[in-house]
């Protein structure tokens, strides 16, 4: 076996046993991949590509991926359409923006006298809106996002030292006013294993010049999540079984 395929292994072990702990797939699943481009989002794709040729669960998957068109924070349209081809599952490109928003946000704003959001909230919000909008034109009842351990364990530190309450994006959210979930099978796999299997897959890079990026309160959470490992290997252990005592790794919101 190659170093490739034992990392393989170990990342497609940690994928399966997330979605048996957090019920994350189940037979006649219909989801919707949101594919950025970024390793994360290229790594599910592949991994929910090759389980669905297990059928077991039997599910069928789709990737879209979101274009802004004011920002420039994309990949080459055809290495994700050839990406998906050799996948064998269908790709859906869907082009927004979000500047009529931000005038409207910062109108409001301004008139109600309260701070206006940032652009990274409002071109989130609105790639969000768009895998929703298209989920349910397609009749999938699940979105697989490609957030792995890292990202919740920042979004934990985060919530607690900018909104002082205790909470992360769980592994699996169902949503009241739609029947759509939002599952993040990748919950389980470090960054650091994703990292190591794009460079030996050779995914390519996201091209990033957003105008709007900056030092944000999440990038503090990861220098500090980074040091607190350093000093205590235990850490990340230690706040997933918090996350997971506190029940908020499955949530209904």
């Not at 274009?67 to 599952?89: H, S």
């Not at 979004?155 to 029947?179: I, V």
């Not at 235990?234 to 005592?245: C, P, Q, Y």
Request: net charge positive; charged share 25%; aromatic share 8%.
């Amino acid at each position: 076996m190659t170093e490739q395929e034992r990392l393989f292994r170990k990342i497609n072990e940690r994928f399966v046993k997330a979605f048996a702990a957090y019920q994350l797939l189940e037979d006649d699943d219909h989801i919707l991949v949101g594919l950025s481009g970024g390793k994360d989002s290229l790594l599910l794709t592949e991994l929910l590509a090759k389980r669905a040729r297990i059928q077991h669960p039997r599910f069928q998957i789709e990737a879209v991926h979101v274009r802004m068109e004011n920002i420039r924070y994309e990949t080459d349209a055809t290495y994700l359409q050839k990406f998906c081809d050799e996948l064998g599952i269908p790709l859906h490109l869907v082009t927004t923006n979000f500047e009529e928003d931000i005038r409207k946000a910062q109108l409001s704003a301004h008139k109600s006298g309260i701070k206006p959001k940032p652009p990274c909230f409002l071109c989130s919000w609105n790639r969000r809106k768009q895998l929703f909008n298209l989920a349910q034109v397609l009749g999938c009842n699940k979105i697989a996002l490609g957030h792995h351990q890292d990202d919740l364990l920042h979004t934990t530190l985060m919530n607690l030292l900018y909104q002082g309450r205790f909470g992360t994006m769980p592994a699996r959210l169902k949503m009241k006013k739609m029947p759509l979930q939002i599952i993040r099978p990748l919950c389980l796999v470090p960054e650091q294993m994703i990292r190591q299997y794009a460079e030996m897959m050779h995914y390519q890079k996201l091209v990033k010049l957003c105008p709007y990026e900056q030092e944000t309160n999440r990038a503090t959470a990861r220098r500090l999540f980074e040091q607190a490992e350093q000093d205590n290997p235990e850490v990340r252990f230690s706040l997933w079984n918090a996350l997971e005592r506190d029940g908020k790794l499955i949530e209904e919101y």
